[in-house]
């Protein structure tokens, strides 16, 4: 049997089912750890090979899509589900505010907002990976890939440029490129070493998912510093579930949706 993923002694307490997978997951599972009002978990969708261990009870794995979801919210009388995963999830966003909307159970996202355009930035915006792919052109270039690992494949389509590819986990199976380097590494990465990255394999183009926050944005910097061209790939439209930018607001509204009237002052 399974072992139990909230406190069984405590069922007067409101039960938080945070999904995670970002930073500000995490540093929300952090301060809902100290917070004797509530019982929280975290669920990881499992697409990291070696997570960094929460401070929260977690479980790993994917519910089933959003009729799974719902089951799991009802069978452990979950009182409030946080979609804190990445912006780029939006699969896993859509399961979570169908699941919530079926079963009654308050929802909001904690969801970091998009970097925008800078003086200097040369970005051009695509709706997806594979029109980035398209937006790389005929003549060579020397490309860094940040995009993550299960979509690097699509750049198989375009083989006659160079390609650093930086991922947490290996590309599995391996690209099917000619001339690709790969660079294991988990963020966050300093604007000052991201340069150094650059000159070293001499960068000409970046292609990046707007995934917002401070721990990736030093390649964003750099490339403004050296001139360099983005490939931004932008989100799709979000789930519409009200939404958080940061760890301060989700507590703020935890405490709104989940305290009793007497301990807000009202």
């Known amino acids: 049997m399974a072992e139990a993923l909230f406190d069984m002694s405590a069922m007067d307490r409101p039960r938080i089912l945070i999904l995670g997978g970002t930073t500000e997951a995490r540093q929300l599972a ?117 995009i993550g690992r299960q979509e690097a494949f699509h750049f198989e389509k375009a083989p006659h440029h160079k390609y650093v590819v930086r991922s947490v986990d290996p590309v599995t199976p391996p690209l099917a490129l000619p001339d690709v380097t790969a660079i294991l590494a988990c963020g966050p990465f300093a604007e000052a070493d991201e340069i150094d990255l650059f000159e070293e394999h001499g960068i000409d183009l970046v292609v990046a998912k707007n995934s917002g926050g401070t721990a990736t944005y030093g390649k964003i910097a750099a490339a403004r510093k050296l001139g360099i061209e983005v490939i931004m790939v932008e989100r799709h439209k979000p789930a519409d579930v009200a939404s958080v930018g940061d760890c301060d607001e989700a507590l703020e509204l935890i405490h709104q949706r989940l305290s009793p009237v007497k301990d807000r002052g009202v």
């Open 30 to 146: 952090e301060r809902l750890a100290a917070d004797p009002r509530y019982d929280a978990a975290i669920s990881l969708a499992g697409r990291t090979a070696d997570p960094r261990p929460q401070l929260l009870p977690t479980r790993v794995g994917g519910f089933g899509g959003a009729e799974g979801l719902a089951a799991f919210l009802k069978a452990e009388n979950v009182a409030l589900l946080i979609d804190a995963t990445h912006p780029f999830a939006a699969r896993i966003s859509h399961n979570a505010a169908a699941a919530a909307e079926a079963t009654g159970t308050p929802i909001f996202a904690l969801r970091r907002p998009a970097w925008e355009l800078e003086r200097g930035d040369r970005w051009t915006r695509v709706e997806s990976v594979p029109e980035a792919v398209s937006a790389l052109g005929g003549a060579p270039r020397r490309v860094f890939l940040a």
